[in-house]
């Protein structure tokens, strides 16, 4: 029995140690998108799909795992959950691009402030995830924080909204799955591969694309497969160990980088609709952070 706890909490930290890390290198890609900031973000976005289709694969060639890989191209209900997981973050990878490029760091970073909330009411509305009064008491202050902002920003944040939401339902449909990370990583790349590969093509063809034109974009480009790989390979491997729920607050690492970034290196303003939200967030994060260190009292 003990001897399962202890494998039990290996686990568990291994998971945190992975959704730790995958959210802080998510909070300065920003950093790595500006470089690409002449580019138009549906091109990015096709490189980005193409490129961590290929790196992928690579790994999956090194590791010799294509048994995985095709068993799973055979498994149509774990494909159907990876494509609905490709269609959820294509879409987000394409608008975070264009918040970053388009200077609204700050508005993309309050999407996934949000977020977090909507991977606890996901867990626990779905998945049947149960949480202790810390917890409950965490997701009110939270709660409070979000509607605040979203009162005082005075019109329909579909920015923050649709962030948030697409990456939810995405880690929602991740824990639906038990796949090793590269190979789902491979399959859902796979769904939208073609597509991006036909539009490089065609960029190409009308001499429109950025791709070629310059060796500096064209590392960039190349490279947007692999820093986009990485930290979600991260994620998925968290998201096998942890609570949906716990994944969500760690999410707040990520969006609060970028919120730095914004401000100090593209001087873009902080609000008083971040103002007034960002206490009431915290404060929900040192609540749920406590509930999670007490292991005898709050399971993770």
């Known amino acids: 029995m003990t001897r399962n706890l202890n494998l039990h909490e290996e686990k568990t930290n291994y998971g945190i140690i992975c959704g730790i890390a995958s959210y802080l290198l998510w909070g300065i890609l920003p950093i790595f998108w500006k470089f690409l900031q002449g580019t138009p973000a549906d091109e990015i976005l096709a490189h980005r799909i193409l490129w961590s289709f290929a790196f992928v694969l690579i790994i999956i060639f090194a590791r010799r795992d294509w048994g995985n890989f095709l068993a799973l191209l055979s ?11 490709s269609m959820m973050i294509t879409f987000n990878w394409f608008l975070f691009i264009w918040c970053v490029n388009n200077n609204h760091i700050i ?8 977020n977090p909330l909507m991977s606890v009411i996901l867990g ?16 009110f202050i939270a709660a409070t924080g979000v509607l605040a902002m979203l009162v005082v920003y005075g019109s329909f944040p579909w920015i923050p909204l649709a962030l948030a939401t697409s990456f939810g339902v995405y880690g929602l449909f991740k824990k639906k799955i038990n796949v090793e990370p ?3 990583l491979a399959a859902e790349t796979l769904v939208t591969a073609p597509f991006a590969a036909g539009y490089i093509i065609w960029l190409g063809s009308n001499g429109t694309g950025a791709f070629g ?3 500096a974009i064209t590392i960039l480009l190349l490279f947007a497969g692999v820093v986009t790989a990485i930290p979600l390979m991260l994620f998925a491997e968290g998201a096998r160990y942890i609570k949906l729920s716990t994944l969500g607050f760690l999410q707040y690492l990520s969006p609060t980088i970028s919120l730095i970034i914004g401000i100090l290196l593209y001087n873009e303003q902080l609000t008083q609709v971040n103002m007034i939200g960002f206490g009431f967030i915290w404060l929900a994060l040192a609540v749920y952070s406590y509930s999670v260190l007490r292991p005898q009292r709050a399971s993770v």
């Not at 498994?75 to 159907?80: E, G, L, P, T, V």
């Not at 508005?107 to 949000?114: D, K, N, Q």
């Open 182 to 184: 590269t190979v789902g």
């Open 124 to 139: 626990t509305a779905v998945l049947k995830e149960k949480l202790n009064s810390y917890q409950k008491a965490a997701i």
């Open 213 to 215: 034109g310059s060796a």
């Open 75 to 85: 498994d149509r209900k774990s494909m159907a959950y990876l494509t609905a997981c």
């Open 107 to 114: 508005e993309a970073s309050l999407g996934f402030y949000i």
